[in-house]
């Protein structure tokens, strides 16, 4: 997946320079933290068109709808999973890096349930 990513921003980059950074990047820079801001609200946008086609998740909803567009859910929630992809890669994260950080995480947040947290 990461690969995939780094291809299509680069062919983007082609098409359209500065729509990318050049990485690495500088992280303590205002431009390259406005940038991932930005990539990161995008992500959101695209949770949150992804919630709209959860009908029935309105709590003052009387009536249920019997139908479910899987596959319109599915693709915002990999619109939104390529621009947070997009956002490890701009910050130098492996998919190595990735996923020991998220073996680590889900060690705590395994504990935290064992400890009644």
């Known amino acids: 997946m990461f690969d995939l990513r ?23 820079n205002k431009k390259t933290q406005q940038h ?21 998740a309105k709590s003052h909803r009387q009536t249920e709808i019997s139908d479910f567009d899987r596959a319109a859910f599915k693709e915002e929630m990999v619109d939104a999973f390529n621009y947070f992809i997009s956002l490890l890669i701009i910050m130098g994260v492996t998919p190595d890096e990735l996923i020991k950080a998220y073996i680590s995480k889900d060690s705590i947040i395994h504990d935290r349930i064992k400890s009644k947290y």
């Open 6 to 28: 780094k291809d299509f921003m680069k062919a983007l980059q082609q098409q359209i320079p500065d729509v990318y950074p050049e990485v690495p990047v500088d992280l303590t």
């Open 36 to 56: 991932l801001r930005d990539l990161a609200l995008r992500g959101i946008e695209e949770v949150f068109e992804a919630v709209q086609e959860l009908k029935n």
